[in-house]
Structure formats: C-alpha cells, structure tokens
T-cell receptor, first 112, second 115 residues
Framework: TQLLEQSPQFLSIQEGENLTVYCNSSSVFSSLQWYRQEPGEGPVLLVTVVTGGEVKKLKRLTFQFGDARKDSSLHITAAQPGDTGLYLC????????????FGEGTQLTVNP | EAQVTQNPRYLITVTGKKLTVTCSQN?????MSWYRQDPGLGLRQIYYSMNVEVTDKGDVPEGYKVSRKEKRNFPLILESPSPNQTSLYFC??????????????FGPGTRLTVL
C-alpha cells in the first residue's frame, strides 16, 4: 500500500481545460513537495508547502496543503500542451527523519 | 552549471555480474540519495547519505550497496544483479538543513536492464 496515494493515475485532456490532481495519505507530513518529470529526465521541484491550509501559486498552477497536513492538491488552469508530464507528490514525515516518500505519480497529457 | 550527473545512462547486463552506477554533484550538498522508479510504484528510496561516511537504508535497500567517501560522489553498487533490479534509477542531492526541506536536485537517470 502506497503511503501517498495520487489520483488520478492517468489524465488526458484538451488544451484550455482545467484539472486537479490529488495526493492523499492517512499520515501527517511536516512538508509536502510537488515535482514534474518529463520523459528521459529526472523530476524537477515545482513547490514545497509546509503549513496546513497553505496555498501557493506558480503561474497557472495552484498548490494547496490540507489543513491537517495529510493531503494536497495541484490545480492547473487552462492547461497547455507544455504541461504534459508526470506529476509527483512527495512528503516528509516528522518521524521519518530525512526521508522523503513519493506518490506513484499522475501522468498528464494535454492534447492541442 | 549546478547539476547531478549519473553514469552510465543506459546499461544492459546479465544476472550476477557486479556493476556500479556513479553519481556526482557539484553543488557541495550534504545529502545524497538513490531512488528507483517502477511503473505504478513511483519513486522508492534505496539508500541515502547525510554526509561523508554516513549512509543509511531507505525503503528498498536489499541487493544494493553504497559508499560516501567524498562529499560529491555517491556510487550505487549492485554486487550480484538480478532481473527484479531492472528499473530506472535516479540519484539526487540537496543541502541538509535540519527541520526543513530544501530543493532536491535529480540526475538524468540510469535505465538498467538485468537479463
């Protein structure tokens, strides 16, 4: 069982549509990160959220950390083909020291 | 340019033949880590190191060894590879600051196939 469950696992949408990706857990995280990975490359950090209820915006991407710090969401407005990629959430638990746990990822395809 | 490099990028080998995947970072980061990425399972941590001569097991350490003799290098060693170690491997590094998470930089990945 994954500690961090991402949904959906696959998402194919048309350019201009909005979408939300979810990252859920029964565990509390001291911080949560979102990464984007393109084929043939390593993940690249998009954002880190650390406070329950925190909302961060990165252009058309909005990230939210749940009040209880057990879940997070990534919302993309007016998706573009350049947003295509694998989106990964990763959480650091207070009890896990320096270890980061990743979700299984959401593969997003934005069709022109 | 600040980066994490891995070599080789692609490797096909046979069961039981020892191999080493090298990882090097030029950012003077204390923390380095190895992950494997498999479909449907995401990234799973194999080993990590918080500084020179300090290494610890991650979630899936069986069948792997690491060493951290220098700050910039963190090689991954497979003493006797088996087919279930066929995977995409990533090395990563970040500054270590107790109590907060800094940006983790990933290498480009090594695709390993064990026949």
């Amino acid at each position: 069982t994954q500690l961090l469950e991402q949904s959906p696992q696959f998402l194919s949408i048309q350019e201009g549509e909005n979408l939300t990706v979810y990252c859920n857990s029964s565990s509390v995280f001291s911080s949560l990160q979102w990464y984007r990975q393109e084929p043939g490359e390593g993940p690249v950090l998009l954002v880190t959220v650390v406070t329950g209820g925190e909302v961060k915006k990165l252009k058309r991407l909005t990230f939210q950390f749940g009040d209880a710090r057990k879940d997070s969401s990534l919302h993309i407005t007016a998706a573009q083909p350049g947003d295509t990629g694998l989106y990964l959430c990763a959480g650091a638990r207070e009890t896990s020291g320096s270890r980061l746990t990743f979700g299984e990822g959401t593969q997003l395809t934005v069709n022109p | 340019e600040a980066q994490v490099t891995q070599n080789p990028r692609y490797l096909i080998t046979v069961t039981g033949k020892k191999l080493t995947v090298t990882c090097s970072q030029n950012m003077n980061h204390e923390y380095m880590s190895w992950y494997r990425q498999d479909p449907g399972l995401g990234l799973r941590q194999i080993y990590y190191s918080m500084n020179v001569e300090v290494t610890d097991k991650g979630d899936v350490p069986e069948g792997y060894k690491v060493s951290r003799k220098e700050k910039r290098n963190f090689p991954l060693i497979l003493e006797s590879p088996s087919p279930n170690q066929t995977s995409l491997y990533f090395c990563a590094s970040r500054p270590f600051a107790s109590g907060r998470w800094n940006e983790q930089f990933f290498g480009p990945g090594t695709r390993l196939t064990v026949l």
